[in-house]
């Protein structure tokens, strides 16, 4: 009995392959993600794109000691004013003409925060804490030298780092935390997820298609370009990206671990899934159309995974030395508790749950946290940690480390 | 899996090379103490105590011109800021011990400097030189800008120290600036001459944090970050594109950053042959550690290849213009070709030595964000 299993399933898996080959060769991807309608494109992610930016002039905002009170910082997070007026935060006019917010897409994910808005709200308000504590703990501190329990400054190389009392660089924790909280968990958790794509009428309407009201795009279509535009919506040719330009997010860290060698063809493996994904929509073969989210949600989960893995193991590396590079591990660990974070937006292929449970996560930042923070944490618990991590995924903390 | 496969091609390779594996001589045979006494007695204190004298010298000509500031005492200054600078291109690549704790290269020559920042030090005051933040608003590359940048001839930058109503302040910056100096340049020496130097050279077993071990890595950094990037292949744009004649070491002074560059390349020379600092002594050094090793690359002597092309990129530079400013931007090529010459030792000696000596690479390159 058990044999027979066992021989059939080779057989099972050739029948599958086979299928899916047969399936595949129907639809015809191109090799950019550009797709039209009537001689017109049917691509649209502009609300990804002004997401990304506002992200990006919130983190610079950050460091901006002499002009940024908390006051803009917050208005930047909300786009909009405390009593809930209309607020011209950004540089950037069109971010202040938008309608957008970085914080309503904060953990705000169908598949984990639909029915879970206590805790969404507890994850948009942690970043309003960081954002708080910078211009109220750092700032004053500009010009004093960073001590266990004093925020201050730190040299890193030749440049300085601003951290709280704990070590952390509150800039590092927002920007990072932002990849998952906010990009990973859209891209991942909503936009793919067929409770998105196939809500109401979707289906049907992109069978026949049937366009959404005053637009060049069925809603499947345009939900899916959705998820594409956190991941390469504020590139320079966002049809055609290079895969790691941008300024600091998500395809910045799929462009590092795509040259590590370990995770070498990442980049374009992702890529060429949300083309395939986007046709295979076009075409209405929605199996084909899961299985490329599935390839997503593994890729970027593991993109995520890596830099955390990394950021640890190069703390660690500065903290384990005769004499202890303070700053640049301040640096490190400060991106990696960003990307720890990030992992509870993570998403497990085939399934319902982030690679590591919130709470395990939650743990883990806690012992980075504990003490006097970054300042005594152990060599041993960077490891243990990354550790903990790499054996959700298939790779070692070796190969994420170089 | 794919490196794992490289590696057991490379192991074997290397193995069907020495024909009978590792019978050759052993590095752990070498007596790595001698080089480590060499180094110490007759590289590192005597350089150190040279630039201790110099920063004395700067710092009372500074206060001689702070409290008489005339052309004659500008110019007066400006020499021993020259002297002084010299003279620190012979100890910024020891940066161990309590070199390491200060920072000491950070805070003495991190160029271009932060001019803006030097300014509002100025007029406001209340600056404290510890902070990173200040790591670019002191040292040479500062006094540069105080001593040459000020203004478009010696009038112009008298008056700022004279006549401007800022004049005070301009004298205490730049006395603190070169009492700053003096005193990394002391306490740095004091920690080699206290105990430090039988530490550094009874550490002699090898291993990551082995004296020999870090000391070569501190040099081989020092080569290809500080030498061969900061002073020629970032002025030249190599790694920006086009070229940034504005991040030229000693920038605003006419023509010393040519000077400082052979001084420097001359400096790590002596050091891997072992050249006592100010005397034509060849003592033990990494040469000697090589030859012990019979070390070949493609056929040929390592130690005699790397001698060879520290020739090659000196005499490449003889030709650029002495102040590197006008070089990148009137014949940048000539700048680029000087720093392939100075790359092709980063490889003989990053890869080739440290391999022939057992010695692991302990920095990579930053993550840049």
Known sequence: ?402 | MKKLTALLFTVLIVWGCTGNGPSGPDPDDFDREAILVNWADNIIVPAFTHFSETTDQLHTSAQEFASNPTEQNLVKLRTSWENAYLAFQHVSMFEMGEAMQLRFRDNLNIYPSDTSNINENITEGGYNLELPSQNSSQGFPALDYLLNGLGENDAEILASYTTDSNAENYRVYLTDLTERADNLANQVLENWTNGYRDEFVSNSGNGANSSLDMMVNDYIYYYEKHLRAGKVGIPAGVFSGSPLSSHVEAYYSEGLSKALFNEALTASINFFNGTHFDAEVNGQSLDDYLDYLNTMKDGADLTMLINDQFQTAQSRAENLDPDFAAQVETDNSLMLSTYDELQRNVVNMKVDMLQALSINVDYVDADGD
Request: with cysteine; glycine share 8%; hydrophobic share 35%.
């Open chain 1, 1 to 402: 009995m058990r044999l027979t299993k066992i021989l059939l399933l080779p057989l099972l898996t050739l029948a599958f392959i086979s299928c899916d080959n047969n399936e595949t060769a129907k639809i015809e991807a191109p090799s950019t993600y550009e797709f039209t309608r009537n001689g017109e494109s049917s691509v649209s992610f502009t609300g990804q794109t002004t997401r990304i930016q506002m992200a990006s002039e919130l983190t610079s905002a950050m460091m901006d000691f002499d002009n940024t009170t908390e006051e803009l910082l917050l208005e930047m997070y909300r786009n909009e004013t405390a009593e809930g007026g209309d607020a011209d935060p950004f540089q950037n006019e069109d971010l202040n003409e938008a309608t957008k917010n970085i914080k309503g897409k904060v953990a705000a994910s169908t598949d984990y925060f639909s029915s879970n808005t206590q805790l969404s709200a507890e994850i948009k308000n942690e970043f309003e804490g960081w954002l708080s504590a910078q211009v109220q703990d750092v700032f004053p501190n500009e010009n004093t030298q960073a001590a266990p329990g004093q925020p201050g400054q730190i040299a890193d190389g030749s440049s300085a780092r601003y951290v709280n009392g704990k070590g952390f660089e509150y800039n590092q924790l927002v920007g990072k935390s932002l990849i998952g909280a906010l990009m990973a968990d859209q891209m991942l958790n909503n936009y793919l997820s067929t409770a998105v794509l196939d809500a109401g009428t979707n289906r049907e309407d992109n069978s026949n298609g049937t366009l959404a009201d005053g637009a060049n795009y069925t809603d499947m279509e345009h939900k899916w370009d959705e998820a594409y535009g956190y991941l390469f919506g504020n590139a320079d040719n966002p049809a055609n990206p290079a895969i790691g330009e941008g300024n600091g997010f998500l395809n910045t860290y799929l462009g590092r671990v795509d040259a590590d060698e370990d995770f070498a063809g990442i980049g374009q493996e992702t890529f060429d899934a949300f083309i395939l994904g986007r046709a295979a929509i076009e075409a209405g073969a929605y199996d084909i159309r899961d299985e490329q989210a599935q390839i997503i949600r593994e890729n970027i989960s593991t993109v995520i995974a890596v830099r955390a893995v990394y950021y640890l193991q190069s703390g660690k590396n500065a903290l384990d030395q005769a004499t202890p590079d303070y700053g640049a591990a301040f640096h490190d660990l400060s991106e990696a508790y960003g990307f720890l974070y990030s992992l509870k937006f993570s998403r497990v292929p085939n399934s319902d749950s982030p690679y590591l449970g919130m709470q395990e996560i939650d743990e883990m930042l806690a012992q980075l946290e504990a003490g006097q923070g970054l300042w005594d944490v152990e060599p041993s618990t960077l490891d243990e940690i990354s550790e903990t991590i790499a054996a959700q995924f298939e790779f070692t903390v070796s190969q994420a480390a170089n």
